[in-house]
């Protein structure tokens, strides 16, 4: 049975339950600030367990993309290693919200593996929750007393909290859970110890492969248990272990989820997969992260250097690494695997075979840079090689730090590295610098929030924002957040005009009114599905009734730029293309910015023809079109424009201005008629990563403003250069006078430079075969001072040559020396220039004939030649 047919068959399985199959939810979480990344096949319902919002339906199966490479759940070093822990795995789930409970859940669970997939009975084990005294939490008899009607007694194993009480994190739902694991070893490895004792001990061949999780509590900040408002089912099964199973393989990589991407591997590199443990892994790293990288960016996951894109930036450069360091590729590879994991999984996922192009283009590019990186670290390490040699052969846990931080060179890399170099690495020395680093982001970002202070249960909130910028509203439930700088308070309230921040579009701000108090939100936001109204202070009577009113100066001016941005996504399709995908936006009162995927700079006519399209769009005064809980399907039939990564329920909101030109399921707050903007201006258009372009417009008085700016400016250089017509002609006369200065100039300091090196030349002094020249002189650029070196290199033999400057306000050293006081004395200008830097409170470095140093103080540039002479009787003396 291959992949995609034990796939199929869960989903058919759980229809014939009753199960509505929903698609996966992208892997990038968006509105929750718990998560960066979905990384369990229950995030997506989140709020139907908490009783935040009703479930649509009350079973539900699907098979979710998950990524566990941070937080609690962090599977990332073992990838590669062992033959079952993933970056990106899927995770077949069937669910159900207040409906059936454990037994459907286990006899379900039990029917589909042993009579559908017909798995052996006795390769399979169970567990139960034990209970915990701690948590006041008893046996979990009743899912005892189900399993002993299918299996073995002696097949139904007790698990500690550890293993069998399952939480998503350190507050949220929760329960007792039972797990399913089968024995895969060989009958003789079986005689000699028995699969039970194995079970939760981390064999490769005795494994977990599907969770049944009863959800009964949710875990308070306090870390106190409360009852959920109803019982659900939350099952996960790891699909790539299930292949694993019942295609009798002793790895997941050796099914065929990674055969394609593994032998492609192989290929790539000329070796054979099996052949040798370190390339074996290394093959096995960079066909899991492939996956990851790739899903992630289809989901709209940019890599960069904050939060999620770090991870996914992480990642990729790990898997580069582990290619770069065993299987020799020295140039972009990982890109040429999408291709083959896009056919792969078209049928289940299709959004990356929809965006291949894309993908491919981002992953080269930040494989290229990261492939540069790697060669500027080990230019680094070259560089230093000398000073470790010096010092005990131990390349410092700061210096590793360094190159991990700066250079993305993990540990082992530079270890490695170390070793062919006769070096080693102080490892402790390194774990010291990573942990004063952690703690700096942990007390940086730490936060501490209080429990939900509920005022009104099973009360949800009514969002009435599209029609009113007013309302009567009341507190549901509040919290109180504590961070490193200040405290705010979260307020949720039964029916509120405030837009919270998504889609781009930041959240509102106004007040909350009750009598004579008056309480400022400062920001609205999104958890999961409630609207969260942000304050700095808590309202004296939470339970009065408040007028809310959003501040509709403030608003109308982030609704004339988010049309406008509409406006713009029409455009750009229509002058650059339909490949033309939204990957970004900001909207505010100031400013609107969008993120769009494009592979080339837009030129600068193609810019003027959009901003002319928008604004012809605007005069022409288009009414919104605004369609509210339109069937998904019918939108899209409708040509809405659904974004990648973005969660869509099953009714939409359609935002249409002209149907020919502007269609799009958008959840934001609109003007009614394109003539309101008043203007669209684009300032900036620029790259943000690779094939992703950026531009920044403004609208209606920030256009205004922005016009007048540059008018003010034209008008100032006009007045300038004292002409009021031919402005560029002007300019143009000056560059070209001021470029003949620059000639003469230049002619006039090389002349000095000439003089210079020959008065230079006639002041060198003999200590003992050597010629010594050590000055403090005048130059203008660092070319010049390096140039001087060189020019006396060539006129004096034997040369030891040390000059010492102030360019710019900051002072330089240069150490030259000829060839055979390299090759015969073992001079060493890396070395010299190093010494002489300490006189300036610098450091520097280079070639043994060449190097040079900068520094702060340039008060003790006059010691310098003093300090020379001294180094070099020194070395000469020895």
């Given at each position: 049975?291959?992949?995609?047919?034990?796939?199929?068959?869960?989903?058919?399985?759980?229809?014939?339950?009753?199960?509505?199959?929903?698609?996966?939810?992208?892997?990038?979480?968006?509105?929750?600030?718990?998560?960066?990344?979905?990384?369990?096949?229950?995030?997506?319902?989140?709020?139907?367990?908490?009783?935040?919002?009703?479930?649509?339906?009350?079973?539900?199966?699907?098979?979710?993309?998950?990524?566990?490479?941070?937080?609690?759940?962090?599977?990332?070093?073992?990838?590669?290693?062992?033959?079952?822990?993933?970056?990106?795995?899927?995770?077949?789930?069937?669910?159900?919200?207040?409906?059936?409970?454990?037994?459907?859940?286990?006899?379900?669970?039990?029917?589909?593996?042993?009579?559908?997939?017909?798995?052996?009975?006795?390769?399979?084990?169970?567990?139960?929750?034990?209970?915990?005294?701690?948590?006041?939490?008893?046996?979990?008899?009743?899912?005892?007393?189900?399993?002993?009607?299918?299996?073995?007694?002696?097949?139904?194993?007790?698990?500690?909290?550890?293993?069998?009480?399952?939480?998503?994190?350190?507050?949220?739902?929760?329960?007792?859970?039972?797990?399913?694991?089968?024995?895969?070893?060989?009958?003789?490895?079986?005689?000699?110890?028995?699969?039970?004792?194995?079970?939760?001990?981390?064999?490769?061949?005795?494994?977990?492969?599907?969770?049944?999780?009863?959800?009964?509590?949710?875990?308070?900040?306090?870390?106190?248990?409360?009852?959920?408002?109803?019982?659900?089912?939350?099952?996960?099964?790891?699909?790539?272990?299930?292949?694993?199973?019942?295609?009798?393989?002793?790895?997941?990589?050796?099914?065929?989820?990674?055969?394609?991407?593994?032998?492609?591997?192989?290929?790539?590199?000329?070796?054979?997969?099996?052949?040798?443990e370190k390339t074996d892994i290394a093959i096995r790293v960079i066909s899991d992260h492939i996956r990851a990288i790739a899903f992630?960016?289809?989901?709209?996951?940019?890599?960069?250097?904050?939060?999620?894109?770090?991870?996914?930036?992480?990642?990729?450069?790990?898997?580069?690494?582990?290619?770069?360091?065993?299987?020799?590729?020295?140039?972009?590879?990982?890109?040429?695997?999408?291709?083959?994991?896009?056919?792969?999984?078209?049928?289940?996922?299709?959004?990356?075979?929809?965006?291949?192009?894309?993908?491919?283009?981002?992953?080269?590019?930040?494989?290229?840079?990261?492939?540069?990186?790697?060669?500027?670290?080990?230019?680094?390490?070259?560089?230093?090689?000398?000073?470790?040699?010096?010092?005990?052969?131990?390349?410092?846990?700061?210096?590793?730090?360094?190159?991990?931080?700066?250079?993305?060179?993990?540990?082992?890399?530079?270890?490695?590295?170390?070793?062919?170099?006769?070096?080693?690495?102080?490892?402790?020395?390194?774990?010291?610098?990573?942990?004063?680093?952690?703690?700096?982001?942990?007390?940086?970002?730490?936060?501490?929030?209080?429990?939900?202070?509920?005022?009104?249960?099973?009360?949800?909130?009514?969002?009435?924002?599209?029609?009113?910028?007013?309302?009567?509203?009341?507190?549901?439930?509040?919290?109180?957040?504590?961070?490193?700088?200040?405290?705010?308070?979260?307020?949720?309230?039964?029916?509120?005009?405030?837009?919270?921040?998504?889609?781009?579009?930041?959240?509102?701000?106004?007040?909350?009114?009750?009598?004579?108090?008056?309480?400022?939100?400062?920001?609205?936001?999104?958890?999961?599905?409630?609207?969260?109204?942000?304050?700095?202070?808590?309202?004296?009577?939470?339970?009065?009734?408040?007028?809310?009113?959003?501040?509709?100066?403030?608003?109308?001016?982030?609704?004339?730029?988010?049309?406008?941005?509409?406006?713009?996504?029409?455009?750009?399709?229509?002058?650059?293309?339909?490949?033309?995908?939204?990957?970004?936006?900001?909207?505010?009162?100031?400013?609107?910015?969008?993120?769009?995927?494009?592979?080339?700079?837009?030129?600068?006519?193609?810019?003027?023809?959009?901003?002319?399209?928008?604004?012809?769009?605007?005069?022409?005064?288009?009414?919104?079109?605004?369609?509210?809980?339109?069937?998904?399907?019918?939108?899209?039939?409708?040509?809405?424009?659904?974004?990648?990564?973005?969660?869509?329920?099953?009714?939409?909101?359609?935002?249409?201005?002209?149907?020919?030109?502007?269609?799009?399921?958008?959840?934001?707050?609109?003007?009614?008629?394109?003539?309101?903007?008043?203007?669209?201006?684009?300032?900036?258009?620029?790259?943000?990563?690779?094939?992703?372009?950026?531009?920044?417009?403004?609208?209606?008085?920030?256009?205004?403003?922005?016009?007048?700016?540059?008018?003010?400016?034209?008008?100032?250089?006009?007045?300038?250069?004292?002409?009021?017509?031919?402005?560029?002609?002007?300019?143009?006369?000056?560059?070209?006078?001021?470029?003949?200065?620059?000639?003469?100039?230049?002619?006039?300091?090389?002349?000095?430079?000439?003089?210079?090196?020959?008065?230079?030349?006639?002041?060198?002094?003999?200590?003992?075969?050597?010629?010594?020249?050590?000055?403090?002189?005048?130059?203008?650029?660092?070319?010049?001072?390096?140039?001087?070196?060189?020019?006396?290199?060539?006129?004096?033999?034997?040369?030891?040559?040390?000059?010492?400057?102030?360019?710019?306000?900051?002072?330089?050293?240069?150490?030259?020396?000829?060839?055979?006081?390299?090759?015969?004395?073992?001079?060493?200008?890396?070395?010299?220039?190093?010494?002489?830097?300490?006189?300036?409170?610098?450091?520097?470095?280079?070639?043994?004939?060449?190097a040079t140093a900068g520094g702060k103080d340039a008060s003790g540039l006059q010691a310098v030649p003093a300090k020379a002479q001294?180094?070099?009787?020194?070395?000469?003396?020895?």
């Amino acid at each position: 049975m291959n992949s995609a047919e034990i796939r199929q068959k869960f989903l058919d399985f759980f229809v014939s339950k009753q199960h509505q199959v929903v698609p996966s939810a992208p892997i990038v979480v968006k509105d929750d600030p718990t998560l960066m990344f979905t990384n369990a096949g229950m995030n997506q319902f989140k709020d139907y367990f908490l009783g935040n919002k009703p479930a649509p339906y009350k079973r539900a199966a699907d098979t979710q993309k998950c990524l566990r490479v941070s937080g609690k759940h962090n599977d990332l070093e073992e990838v590669g290693y062992d033959t079952y822990h993933h970056t990106m795995f899927e995770m077949l789930g069937n669910w159900s919200f207040g409906d059936y409970f454990k037994k459907d859940a286990l006899e379900w669970a039990w029917e589909l593996l042993t009579e559908v997939y017909q798995l052996p009975k006795d390769r399979l084990y169970v567990s139960v929750f034990e209970g915990d005294a701690k948590e006041n939490l008893g046996k979990d008899e009743e899912a005892y007393a189900i399993w002993k009607t299918m299996i073995a007694e002696d097949r139904i194993l007790f698990g500690s909290k550890k293993d069998n009480f399952w939480e998503m994190g350190d507050t949220g739902p929760c329960g007792p859970c039972s797990e399913i694991h089968i024995d895969l070893r060989t009958p003789e490895e079986i005689a000699q110890v028995p699969g039970r004792d194995l079970v939760n001990n981390d064999h490769p061949q005795v494994v977990e492969i599907w969770n049944n999780v009863f959800m009964e509590f949710n875990r308070l900040a306090d870390g106190s248990l409360v009852k959920l408002p109803a019982q659900h089912v939350d099952t996960g099964m790891g699909f790539e272990r299930l292949c694993m199973a019942i295609q009798g393989k002793r790895s997941n990589y050796d099914t065929d989820v990674f055969q394609p991407l593994i032998q492609f591997v192989a290929k790539e590199a000329g070796v054979t997969y099996g052949d040798e443990e370190k390339t074996d892994i290394a093959i096995r790293v960079i066909s899991d992260h492939i996956r990851a990288i790739a899903f992630a960016i289809a989901d709209g996951q940019l890599p960069s250097n904050n939060k999620a894109g770090y991870v996914i930036r992480r990642i990729l450069r790990r898997a580069v690494r582990y290619g770069f360091t065993f299987l020799d590729f020295k140039k972009p590879f990982l890109f040429r695997l999408t291709e083959v994991l896009a056919d792969q999984l078209a049928h289940v996922f299709p959004e990356l075979k929809q965006q291949l192009s894309f993908v491919q283009r981002v992953i080269e590019e930040e494989e290229n840079a990261f492939l540069r990186t790697l060669e500027n670290g080990l230019k680094r390490l070259d560089a230093l090689e000398e000073r470790f040699k010096s010092s005990d052969n131990t390349i410092d846990g700061k210096t590793a730090f360094e190159l991990y931080d700066t250079f993305g060179f993990p540990l082992d890399l530079t270890a490695l590295i170390a070793r062919e170099k006769g070096l080693k690495v102080d490892e402790a020395g390194f774990e010291v610098e990573m942990e004063q680093q952690k703690n700096r982001s942990r007390n940086a970002s730490a936060s501490e929030q209080t429990d939900w202070v509920v005022l009104q249960p099973d009360v949800s909130t009514e969002f009435i924002g599209y029609d009113t910028e007013t309302a009567d509203s009341h507190i549901v439930r509040y919290r109180q957040v504590k961070t490193k700088n200040k405290s705010e308070y979260h307020l949720v309230l039964d029916k509120t005009p405030f837009y919270a921040e998504s889609g781009g579009q930041v959240g509102d701000t106004g007040f909350l009114i009750s009598g004579t108090e008056q309480v400022e939100v400062l920001d609205t936001k999104k958890e999961n599905d409630l609207i969260l109204h942000i304050t700095a202070k808590l309202p004296q009577q939470v339970e009065a009734s408040f007028r809310s009113e959003v501040n509709a100066e403030r608003r109308n001016l982030i609704r004339k730029n988010h049309s406008a941005t509409h406006l713009l996504h029409a455009a750009l399709r229509k002058v650059l293309g339909d490949h033309v995908q939204q990957r970004g936006s900001l909207v505010n009162e100031k400013v609107l910015r969008f993120d769009f995927s494009h592979f080339a700079k837009v030129e600068e006519a193609q810019l003027r023809e959009i901003e002319h399209i928008v604004n012809e769009r605007i005069r022409q005064g288009i009414a919104l079109e605004e369609q509210r809980n339109v069937p998904i399907t019918e939108a899209k039939n409708m040509g809405a424009m659904a974004l990648f990564g973005e969660k869509y329920g099953e009714f939409v909101r359609v935002i249409a201005f002209d149907r020919e030109h502007s269609v799009e399921l958008c959840g934001g707050i609109h003007v009614l008629n394109t003539g309101h903007i008043g203007y669209f201006k684009i300032v900036s258009e620029s790259s943000v990563a690779a094939g992703v372009r950026r531009i920044e417009a403004v609208t209606a008085v920030s256009a205004e403003e922005f016009v007048q700016q540059q008018l003010n400016e034209l008008n100032a250089v006009r007045e300038v250069l004292s002409t009021q017509n031919n402005v560029s002609g002007a300019v143009q006369k000056l560059q070209e006078e001021n470029k003949a200065l620059q000639k003469q100039l230049e002619q006039f300091e090389l002349k000095q430079l000439s003089s210079l090196k020959n008065t230079l030349a006639t002041k060198a002094q003999t200590l003992g075969e050597v010629n010594f020249i050590a000055e403090v002189v005048e130059v203008s650029t660092a070319d010049y001072l390096k140039k001087l070196a060189f020019d006396l290199r060539q006129a004096v033999e034997n040369l030891v040559l040390v000059l010492a400057a102030e360019i710019d306000g900051k002072p330089q050293i240069a150490v030259m020396l000829s060839d055979n006081l390299v090759s015969d004395r073992q001079l060493n200008a890396s070395q010299l220039v190093r010494e002489l830097a300490k006189e300036i409170k610098g450091g520097g470095g280079g070639q043994p004939f060449y190097a040079t140093a900068g520094g702060k103080d340039a008060s003790g540039l006059q010691a310098v030649p003093a300090k020379a002479q001294e180094l070099i009787k020194k070395s000469l003396n020895n």
